[in-house]
């Protein structure tokens, strides 16, 4: 059972990322780890001015924390879902 539980965080922290891991289509989640910086546009100040923000992505196969940083406010979200298209569903 401590062999299955290693293998499994090993793959949880580490092994999912693996592009072999990808085109064998053992997993298709993408990975969003990373620093993102971009914009913002809101109906708040009636779409005038372009906010910037920095989102920080911490992910593992099975968990993702998002962290939103702006000016002025900072935000973090630890619930979030990643849909991945299925293509023979669409057929």
Request: some cysteine.
């Amino acid at each position: 059972m401590a062999f299955y539980g290693v293998l499994y965080a090993l793959f949880d922290r580490y092994l999912w990322r693996n592009s072999l891991v990808h085109r064998l289509g053992l997993v298709r989640i993408p990975n969003l780890t990373g620093r993102w910086h971009g914009y913002l546009i809101t109906s708040f100040d009636g779409h005038v001015k372009r906010h910037d923000l920095m989102i920080n992505i911490f992910q593992s196969w099975t968990q993702i924390v998002v962290y939103l940083t702006t000016p002025m406010s900072i935000s973090r979200s630890c619930a979030a879902v990643i849909q991945v298209d299925d293509r023979k569903a669409l057929r």
